[in-house]
Structures are given as C-alpha cells and as structure tokens.
C-alpha cells in the first residue's frame, strides 16, 4: 500500500518568512495529493490540492509543487501570519479509492509574532 | 464541497461502554470513510462505510469493535464498543466523489475514556 513520509514534524518560522514542508510517497498510482490545515479541536480542512497532470499549483500564498519522477511534493507557505499556525497533513491517494487517503504524521507550524 | 456534520463533537464514557458516532452530509457521496487520530499522531483509515452492505475494514480494525452502519448515501455511524483508555482518539469522518477524488471531513468526535 501507499506510505507517505512527512518532514519536518515541527518547524517555527518568524511571521513574515516562509514556511516549507516536503512529503514523500511510495506508490506510483497515487495521482492526486492534498493539504490540509488541522486547528486545534477542529478537523482537517483542505487548503490546497495537486493533481499528478501538474507540476505546480498556487492559491494566494500558498502554493504545492509536485515531482511525480522523485514522487515528493511540497508546501511552500509565504508571508506567514499568526494564524498559520496549525498542524499541516499531506495525503496522497489514486483515484481508484477516491477519498481514502494516506496520510503524512503531520507538522506543526508555529508562526512566532 | 460537501458539509458534514458529525455528532457528538465530544464525549467522555465508561470504560466498557460504547459510544456511536453519527455523520451526516448535506448531499449524496458515493464514498465515506472513517478515521482514527490518536493525540498528536496523524490520521489512521479504519474502514470505509458502504451503501447497503458490510464496512470493508482496514487491517487491524475489525467488525465487533468498530461497527458501521450506512443505511443511505448521506448517512452513516461508527460505533465505538467495549471501550478502553486506548480507545481515547478523536474519530473523524469523511467523505469522498469519485468524479473529484477529493476529501472532505467533519470536525471530528474527541472520545475521553475513563
């Protein structure tokens, strides 16, 4: 089955720079790869997705960048602000199963004022 | 994208009790599935819920403990049973289209066994 490996499981970035968080996964069929924002007491919320058909994919300040040869992708956050700071999940999963995901342990982002 | 809402938010229960999780969308999904989080740890599948028959579960969950019910395409629950401390997780719903392949979640039920 599909393994995805997450890194860094904390990052700390001052507000303002960039946060950027990279995900690896193992199973060449996996076509589709979202992000999401967990808050505390609150469940995943989508923030952003790539397919495999696209190298890159940008929403404001958030953009994904995928490597379908390396299979890694990764979250690129600008201008971070305070309320960033969440824990992010990557998930990667084929179409074959819609919906159900493998998810990466997560990183937790702390945006210091 | 689809709204669901999961019931309870939050309970906490007796050892050897069972708790049932309710999951309702606002529009027909062809696909749900359920999901464990134990604190600070990422999303664990336990089984996706299908329309009309049995749950397929993932390895390590099993019927007796976890059973699923989906009774229509907007509908379904998970039941926690025979409850233990290591039972203590935030249980997540989920939903997914075969036409997007995206997946939406509800706001989780945060289990507490005593």
């Known amino acids: 089955g599909e393994n995805v490996e997450q890194h860094p499981s904390t990052l700390s970035v001052q507000e303002g720079d960039s946060a950027v968080i990279k995900c690896t996964y193992s199973d060449s069929a996996s076509n589709y790869f979202p992000w999401y924002k967990q808050e505390l007491g609150k469940g995943p919320q989508l923030i952003i997705d790539i397919r495999s058909n696209v190298g890159e994919k940008k929403d404001q300040r958030i953009a994904v960048t995928l490597n379908k040869t390396a299979k890694h992708f990764s979250l690129h956050i600008t201008e971070t602000q305070p309320e960033d700071s969440a824990v992010y999940f990557c998930a990667a999963l084929d179409n074959t199963n819609a919906g159900k995901s493998t998810f990466g342990d997560g990183t937790t982002l702390t945006v210091k004022p | 994208s689809a709204v669901i809402s999961q019931k309870p938010s939050r309970d906490i229960c007796q050892r050897g009790t069972s708790l049932t999780i309710q999951c309702q969308v606002d529009s027909q999904v062809t696909m749900m599935f359920w999901y464990r989080q134990q604190p600070g740890q990422s999303l664990t599948l336990i089984a996706t819920?299908?329309?009309?028959?049995?749950?397929?579960?993932e390895s390590g969950f099993v019927i007796d403990k976890f059973p699923i019910s989906r009774p229509n395409l907007t509908f379904s629950t998970l039941t926690v049973s025979n409850l233990s401390p290591e039972d203590s997780s935030i249980y997540l719903c989920?939903?997914?289209?075969?036409?997007?392949?995206?997946?939406?979640f509800g706001q989780g039920t945060r289990l507490t066994v005593v």
């Open positions: 819920a299908n329309q009309g028959s049995e749950a397929t579960y």
């Open positions: 989920s939903v997914g289209d075969t036409s997007s392949t995206e997946a939406f």
